[in-house]
């Protein structure tokens, strides 16, 4: 039987994923943000899984995740749930 395509899931409930940015047009940062805002709760090593799945340009690392996040602000959940709070 085919299975929807999941989104990130951190041991939790799978959710339907969203339609993913076109990887063509986007950098991974506009990818690693788009799965931030899917599940703030996921972990590096979930978003790095996701960002491979999505990204036909070369492989992510774990610590290309990782500096982004740190550039960003985002390393905490904490500081990525208040990111997407802050949104809506």
């Known amino acids: 039987m085919n299975q929807p395509e999941v989104a ?7 959710v339907p ?5 076109d990887p063509t047009t986007a950098d991974l ?7 931030v805002q899917q599940d703030p709760f996921a972990t590096i090593m979930e978003m790095k899984r996701a960002a491979n799945r999505f990204s036909k340009i070369a492989p992510v690392s774990w610590w290309q995740v990782f500096s982004l996040l ?9 500081s990525r749930f208040r990111l997407i709070r802050r949104q809506f």
């Open 17 to 21: 994923a969203e339609e993913p940015v």
């Open 8 to 14: 990130v899931t951190s041991g939790r409930q799978r």
């Open 29 to 35: 940062e506009t990818i690693i943000l788009q799965l």
């Open 70 to 78: 740190r550039k960003r602000r985002l390393l905490s959940r904490r």
